[in-house]
């Protein structure tokens, strides 16, 4: 192929205990979009951090066209013309857009002043090429979306006359409507010659944007095929490298009695509308969605973290009207949040007093606690779980995601919790563990609890789920049971087309 | 004994452990009063008042929270008890009252950083200076003294050898750290502090823990301002300014994370004692009491360098275990 402009051969990477690359080689085009993809630690970020010069590999050979390069740092790759958008922006708040852009090489006139005049007309420039030009480049970026942000971000990187670029799971934060405008413009840049690297777990993507896809599994290339010869099926095996029936596996089970519902649900702030869902005792209902969707506010909502803007939340037949957590729990809901290192857990706190966090009141009503029944308690759990930690005493900080994610579902388990909502429950979690959280879940609800899952990784949702709702724009679009609907399908809802095919 | 010695040298408190070990030892070799029954029962009388107000604040910093208003609420507490007494009511009356006016300011302070979301910081300077104002106020810029005997007896009285105000500081420590480390309302006061977020999806209920650790510095700087007029036999509208930073420095050279979370009541009494010995030092070996102030200052610099170093190296050390995957 001679119109290969960056080519991997063997490619390691090891970082203390982990082989995040084991001999990858990956090749670039130019004018095509080549997605990356695979499970969280599968090392797709880590290969593109190493095409960045972010890490520098142990071993294997990086060529641009012909010539062998070695960069040393982002700088050096910078200067080859490899530019990257990363997931979490890099602009500093407080500068305004051509500051942004400019960083730090900003133009100076013949005082040896910064040329703030030249350096707009320049961000301007850069900004009109993306059709943005309704950005004002004297704004501070604090005040941008983030879309517009992102625009930014695509615009400093064009600013360096880039012949590759790299997108760090670009549409993380986007609405779909920003999605849409984001996937015209990485058209445009294709078009233009420049090659793209896109990195990214989300299948409904895939073939929007991608030319190719290279699929990477515990640090191994597994394959790397045109995007038109696979299904959405055959990946999925691919990225998780066995049968996904027998990764998804779900019991027999019969739901008894509803024990969560809402009727018009809607909070304040409106990112909910109108939201009807039911829960039945020893289901797994999923919520499907984009991010901005509004699923993780509804169940901010739910769990009483928002405040209720209308309609009415049902937990076991009894309406709740001033939603707070500490009611709610009392109900016997517990949550599981997105992000565990912010929202989950004390990380600096030991194994045991998270574990305790909120059962620590029904254990001991009266007013002194007794260590050592603690110590009993968590030893339990812990076990019970099979949680990676040398003793209780660990601070959950030294623990690994999988880990920390079994101290939140002890954490709830031990309050005796029987309603319970995942919000991502397995993001950033190696496979061995996502597993043996799936398992976990199911035997959950064949004891008779129930679970409210969210969740962006669409074969999740429709592996784990007894029925599935699906929300676009703060509502309800869709709910379907298990098997009723095809990944394609539920895509289409989540994108906000095809709502006809909405079984509700 | 291995296993204690890792629970020891991975404690908060460690460093001021050994600053206070060393103290100590440095103080027995070096002045021959210093390690007699006398003068220990001396630095512990010197010391009690620091300590009482250190107790209380170690709640609020364990919340991630400041509380600057402490020395002055305790001088508040003084001048309203001293005038109560004039006017003739009841001791254990004027107990009770005193108690009340420090749990307000604690309210107040609570409002402020947990309704009005206040930084902290600024919210507690801005009460340090309302209360100071109601001090003189009250105090119409008098000096009181000559209080009734049944009421200094509590600052200067004997139980056998040992001062009534060392029991009495004792009692409030045990108090405290039974609070903090027995209760839920303490497991609630530290999760609030490592991570306010996550205490907040863990049902425990933030505000009340909140308003409880203010409730509880106010209440503490009550005790100690009743105790300071009892022992001083007299009242004056500045008498607890002295203490305000101090107190702070008690609790971070004892360990406490100014971010919360971490620390607690016994390096709180490490941190107080080890101020209160380095003063009473100086005093034995004759030293200015010009250069004083200076000489503790580079002790809390040093104490607070070892404790950030320390936990800098934990945090390397946990960084290096997580490898960078993704």
Known sequence: MDNVILTTRAITKEFPGVKALDSVDFDLRSGEVHILVGENGAGKSTLSKVILGAYIPEGGEIYLGDEKVSFKSTRDALQRGIAAVYQEFTLIPYLNVAQNIFFNREPRNKYGLIDHKKMERDAKKLLESLNCDYINVKLPTKFLSVAEQQMVEIAKALSFNPRIMVFDEPTATLSEREVESLFRRIKKLKESGIGIIYVSHRMQEFKHIGDRITVLRDGKKIATVNIDEVNDMELVNMMVGRDISQVYHRSENHFTGEVLRTEKLSDKKGRVKEVDITLNKGEIVGIAGLVGAGRTELARLIFGIDPIGGGKLFIKGKEIKDNSPVKIVKEGVGMVCEDRKRMGLALNHSVMWNTVAVSLKSFFPKLLISHKKIVEIVTDYVKQLRVATPDIYRACKNLSGGNQQKVVLAKWLSANTDIMIFDEPTRGIDVGAKMEIYAMMDKLATEGKSILMISSELPEVIGMSDRIYIMNNGRIVGECKRGELSADQIGALMLGVGGDSCAS | ?326
């Open chain 2, 1 to 326: 004994m291995k296993k204690y010695m890792e629970t020891l040298r991975r404690s908060q408190s460690f460093y001021s452990y050994i600053g206070l070990a060393l103290v100590f030892i440095i103080a027995s070799v070096i002045v021959k009063e210093f390690l007699t029954f006398d003068n220990i029962i001396t630095v512990l009388r010197q010391g009690s008042i620091l300590l009482i107000l250190s107790t209380g604040l170690t709640a609020v910093i364990l919340t991630g929270n400041m509380d600057l208003s402490v020395g002055a609420s305790s001088g508040l507490v003084g001048c309203i008890c001293a005038q109560l007494l004039r006017a003739g009511l009841p001791i254990p009356l004027v107990f009770l009252i005193g108690l009340l006016a420090g749990a307000l300011v604690g309210v107040f302070n609570g409002f402020l950083v947990g309704i009005v979301k206040l930084p902290s910081f600024v919210a507690t300077y801005g009460t340090n200076w309302v209360v100071a104002g109601l001090s003189i106020i009250i105090m119409h810029g008098d000096i009181i003294y000559g209080l009734p005997k049944g009421f200094t007896w509590f600052g200067t009285g004997y139980v056998g050898p040992i001062p009534f105000i060392i029991i009495f500081a004792l009692v409030i420590v045990i108090i405290a750290y039974i609070l903090l480390q027995k209760t839920t309302l303490g497991r609630d006061i530290y999760a609030y502090g490592s991570n306010k977020d996550a205490a907040l999806f863990s049902a425990v209920p933030i505000k009340k823990t909140l308003f409880s650790a203010f409730i509880m510095s106010g209440l503490t700087a009550a005790i100690a301002g009743m105790l300071m007029t009892a022992r001083l036999n007299a009242a004056d509208a500045t008498m607890g300014d002295t203490y305000g930073l101090q107190t702070v420095a008690a609790v971070v050279v004892g360990g406490t994370s100014m971010l919360g979370g971490e620390g607690g009541i016994t390096g709180t009494v490490i941190g107080a004692m080890l101020l209160t010995i380095i003063v009473n030092v100086m005093n034995l070996l004759g030293i200015s009491s010009f250069a004083q102030p200076m000489v503790v200052g580079f002790v809390i610099v040093v104490m607070v360098l070892f404790d950030s170093y320390s936990r800098r190296k934990q945090n390397t050390v946990v960084r290096r275990k997580q490898p960078q995957t993704n």
